[in-house]
């Protein structure tokens, strides 16, 4: 073999072997996209649930006849009825849905994470976030309900349920109610926008890039998501009106629906005063307030508005 022929031997060896890694790379990445697939989230913010919404879940979880949806109704003292409730709703539109109140060690069992081998969907009634992720977090039914995520069911929720699907979670608790003028009524609550009151916990962390806050308009709740996004300007803030619901793509992406509006606070650019300054203020936090039927991608910040 001449000096040329083996030169041009090697040169098409490599182009093999580049050919192969090229080839290995793809299937690596058409891998990782593959495993990147998810379900859809969709949340409300509590009150009513216009019959569309609940329609919608049921059609997410694959309509009538085929969604098989699991409902936790730990969040309420009396959320065995609440859940059965639910249940009969969902299997009034088709659905196949089986009501659990579990308590924690029930839920670190295998038996009850199985329960969920085939769900389409997973719904978590309102009552107290606290509850639910006392009931849940840590537990091989936790670890099921993400694994059904990504496999593409659809996790819904509403008020406390919604509450529980971004991790930090607002528990509904404050440390200095009123701040230096505490109110006289000790009903009132979140009066102040502050740095150190309110009170966040963990959550399911199925939403990643905001925090939720629900019942958002008609309570007032501003000053609390506002404290949360200027203490941790790395997450988005959405507070999810009544009867109103954010979906939540598989590729990210938010729509609102139902009745009302969500209001999302971005403090990822803004200008904040530091930890210790005697108050909690910003300069250039964006706010948009999305009636339904507005979209928005968290990642651009970039939203549109109904037509």
């Known amino acids: 073999m001449t000096a040329v022929s083996r030169a041009a031997h090697v040169l098409r060896c490599i182009a093999v072997v580049f050919g192969l890694t090229v080839m290995v790379a793809c299937v690596i990445v058409s891998s990782a996209l593959a495993q990147a697939v998810r379900g859809h989230l969709l949340i409300v913010g509590g009150g009513p649930q216009p019959q569309a919404l609940v329609q919608k879940f049921?059609?997410?979880?694959?309509?009538?006849?085929?969604?098989?949806?699991?409902?936790?109704?730990?969040?309420?003292?009396?959320?065995?009825?609440?859940?059965?409730?639910?249940?009969?709703?969902?299997?009034?539109?088709?659905?196949?849905?089986?009501?659990?109140?579990?308590?924690?060690?029930?839920?670190?069992?295998?038996?009850?994470?199985?329960?969920?081998?085939?769900?389409?969907?997973?719904?978590?009634?309102?009552?107290?976030?606290?509850?639910?992720?006392?009931?849940?977090?840590?537990?091989?039914?936790?670890?099921?309900?993400?694994?059904?995520?990504?496999?593409g069911a659809v996790i819904g929720g509403t008020s406390a349920g919604a509450a529980v699907m971004s991790s930090p979670m607002i528990t509904g608790d404050e440390r200095h109610p009123g701040g230096a003028r505490p109110p006289s009524d000790s009903s009132s609550a979140f009066m102040t926008i502050a740095r150190d009151n309110i009170v966040m916990t963990q959550g399911f962390g199925l939403l990643t890039t905001a925090i939720v806050d629900q019942h958002f308009l008609r309570r007032r709740r501003h000053n609390r998501l506002i404290s949360v996004v200027l203490e941790d300007p790395r997450h988005l803030g959405v507070g999810i009106d009544e009867s109103t619901a954010l979906l939540v793509d598989p590729d990210g992406t938010w729509t609102v629906l139902g009745e009302s509006a969500a209001v999302v606070y971005d403090a990822r650019h803004a200008t904040i005063t530091p930890p210790g300054a005697p108050v909690l203020g910003e300069t250039g936090m964006v706010m948009q307030v999305l009636p339904a039927g507005s979209t928005y991608d968290p990642r651009t910040g970039r939203a549109t508005l109904p037509r």
Not at 126 to 149: F, M, N, P, S
Request: hydrophobic share 45%; proline share 1%; charged share 30%.
């Open 58 to 151: 049921v059609d997410l979880a694959g309509g009538a006849g085929h969604a098989r949806i699991v409902v936790f109704g730990m969040a309420s003292e009396d959320g065995k009825a609440g859940a059965a409730e639910k249940a009969d709703d969902l299997r009034k539109l088709g659905a196949h849905a089986l009501p659990l109140y579990i308590t924690h060690e029930e839920a670190d069992q295998d038996s009850v994470a199985h329960l969920l081998d085939d769900a389409t969907g997973v719904w978590f009634i309102g009552g107290d976030q606290v509850k639910l992720t006392r009931a849940l977090l840590g537990t091989r039914t936790e670890r099921a309900i993400h694994e059904r995520y990504r496999a």
